[in-house]
């Protein structure tokens, strides 16, 4: 049997228009570079179609009334926010993504390890903005949480920090919410600091991990070893809700990380084996990404995730980082490091 790969091609509207920097049209040139390319990974895929989700579904993390206002937004192409606005299509895509994310999340927990295009995670209960509409990774989680299970880790690599999946959980210690993003001084949404950890009952199992710019590859594993894979063994989840595309990558035109493909990839692979080695399933969510490269660093989330070690390459070389600056972004990534273990140590003996 494959693994659960979940797809429509109706997510091609997800789109926000010919000018935005999210194009609808990545999700079928993905399927095609990957079958094209990578026949025999391709193979290794059980595709599987998504049904929509309902507005039952939805309102486990969203308002009735918020729905209402989207629904009544599209209708005349009306903005969420400054950057994202509602074409006809949208919504519809929106809910497939949504039933693609909760199918995928349950398959993984049948099967070990599930795929999809998913990591809507910038809308929130009652808001949308950052060209998502509704959240996916949350509403996949909050269904998990209604079918029982009640340790549920949500591991977002996405370069934006997941403020909406953030605040539909932040006081609810039954879902560890761990973010590593870039410096949120540094790229929207600005929030995201090592200093908050949740609220009430919630407080130490909101995680976020302010990047610097230009870490690369080498600063992620510090994050993993230092904070991430300590946490995995603490917390014991019983899945792993992945999300995060290629917008790590140093080509991306949105964002300043410094990943290369190799990292991306290895990112990824070495969360796979984490979650095998401690026996948890894992879904993994992409579908982020800017600039002419996206797809590429999905495949490069694809071969770290199945493991393997097909070649990618980009065009672009990387800018040159002398070492006196590669020596100043570990010394911010460590303090940074520090600081975020006191900031939870009251929670976590671990730390
Ligand atoms: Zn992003």
């Given amino acids: 049997m494959g693994i659960p790969f979940f797809y429509h091609t109706d997510f ?90 909760t199918a995928a999340a349950r398959e993984a927990l049948r099967t070990g390890l599930a795929l999809g295009f998913g990591g809507l995670h910038h809308a929130g209960p009652d808001y949308g903005e950052g060209f998502c509409i509704f959240n996916d990774v949350a509403v996949a989680a909050a269904a998990l949480l209604k079918d029982g299970k009640d340790r549920i880790l949500i591991l977002d690599t996405d370069a934006h920090q997941g403020n909406g999946t953030m605040d539909v959980f932040i006081e609810d210690p039954r879902v560890l919410f761990i973010s590593l993003h870039q410096d949120p001084r540094t790229l929207y949404p600005g929030r995201g600091y090592a200093d908050e950890v949740g609220e009430g009952a919630g407080k130490g199992y909101t995680v976020n991990i302010p990047m610097p710019t230009l870490s690369g590859g080498s600063m992620y594993d510090l994050a993993l070893d230092e904070i991430v894979f300590p946490l995995i063994d603490a917390f014991k989840p019983e899945i792993i809700i992945r999300n995060g595309g290629s917008d790590p990558l140093y080509t991306d035109t949105l964002t300043n990380l410094g990943l290369t493909l190799d990292d991306l990839s290895r990112l990824m692979r070495r969360i796979a084996e984490k979650a ?76």
């Fill in 12 to 101: 091609a509207s997800y789109d926000f228009g010919p000018s935005h920097p999210f194009q609808g049209s990545r999700f079928d040139r993905f399927m095609q570079e990957l079958a094209e390319r990578f026949p025999a990974v391709f193979a290794r895929l059980d595709i599987m179609q998504p049904q929509p989700a309902g507005n039952e579904l939805l309102e486990l993390v969203h308002d009735r009334s918020y729905i209402d206002r989207v629904i009544a937004l599209e209708k005349r192409r009306g903005y969420l926010s400054v950057d994202t606005q509602l074409l006809p299509g949208s919504i519809d895509a929106a809910r497939l993504i949504v039933g693609a994310s």
């Fill in 276 to 351: 095998k080695a401690a026996n948890v399933p894992l879904v993994d969510l992409f579908l982020s990404g800017y600039g002419p490269y996206v797809t590429e660093g999905w495949l490069a989330i694809l071969r770290g995730t199945l493991g393997e070690s097909f070649e990618l390459s980009l065009p672009e070389q990387m800018k040159f980082i002398p070492p006196e600056d590669r020596a100043r972004i570990e010394r911010v990534t460590r303090a940074m490091i520090e600081y975020l273990r006191a900031n939870l140590r009251p929670y976590w003996s671990i730390f």
